[in-house]
T-cell receptor, first 116, second 111 residues
Framework: NAGVMQNPRHLVRRRGQEARLRCSPMKGHSHVYWYRQLPEEGLKFMVYLQKENIIDESGMPKERFSAEFPKEGPSILRIQQVVRGDSAAYFC??????????????FGPGTRLLVL | TQLLEQSPQFLSIQEGENLTVYCNSSSVFSSLQWYRQEPGEGPVLLVTVVTGGEVKKLKRLTFQFGDARKDSSLHITAAQPGDTGLYLCAGASGRDTQFYFGTGTSLTVIP
């Protein structure tokens, strides 16, 4: 009966390195959302994925950021050539349904990325 | 972009006091959710409201969705230190696939 799992919980990278953030949705959930949160701020939508499909990536920067949700395994948010401005908490949420009116999103504990 | 403004941004009160947090927008939402987030953790869903004018109660918490479905409020009665956290509202428009989160209200309840 595990909830949404995210790892690592904390990630430190130097400028120019790559960051890979993983999210395992709740069992039976096929919809995954990624959000970014700066300190004392709300969550900013980045991308919405279903298994093997990117449904909405309108909140994700066009360069350096990519996301996937393969048929098997966790969803991955990849940030290439990280810069200091990428430092933030990245949250994943999963849900079983498509209809946002009835949908409940369950959030993971987040990954805190620090870029030195 | 559909913006949700929350007020106040910060709130510090004594244990036992009552408080209200507001979530306002110029956009209409098909549903609105309230979350509470503690430091170092992800947001936890408190309630979802879907009908204009709807009022939902969860123990000492009362949630209201505006008649026009553009705004919502969260009222906490007799606040306790365990209520401390970041309160976030999030709206779904029904026309697109994402939720829009508010700016958040950081609540501190002092024992």
């Amino acid at each position: 009966n595990a909830g949404v799992m995210q790892n690592p919980r904390h990630l430190v990278r130097r400028r120019g390195q790559e960051a890979r953030l993983r999210c395992s949705p709740m069992k039976g959930h096929s919809h995954v959302y990624w959000y970014r949160q700066l300190p004392e701020e709300g969550l900013k939508f980045m991308v919405y994925l279903q298994k093997e499909n990117i449904i909405d990536e309108s909140g994700m920067p066009k360069e350096r950021f990519s996301a996937e949700f393969p048929k098997e395994g966790p969803s991955i948010l990849r940030i290439q050539q990280v810069v200091r401005g990428d430092s933030a908490a990245y949250f994943c949420a999963s849900s079983p349904l498509r209809d946002t009116q009835q949908e409940t999103q369950y959030f993971g504990p987040g990954t805190r990325l620090l870029v030195l | 972009t559909q913006l949700l403004e929350q007020s106040p941004q910060f709130l510090s009160i004594q244990e036992g006091e009552n408080l209200t947090v507001y979530c306002n927008s110029s956009s209409v939402f098909s549903s609105l959710q309230w979350y509470r987030q503690e430091p170092g953790e992800g947001p936890v869903l408190l309630v979802t409201v879907v009908t204009g004018g709807e009022v939902k109660k969860l123990k000492r918490l009362t949630f209201q969705f505006g008649d026009a479905r553009k705004d919502s409020s969260l009222h906490i009665t007799a606040a306790q230190p365990g209520d401390t956290g970041l309160y976030l509202c999030a709206g779904a428009s029904g026309r697109d696939t994402q939720f829009y989160f508010g700016t958040g209200t950081s609540l501190t309840v002092i024992p």
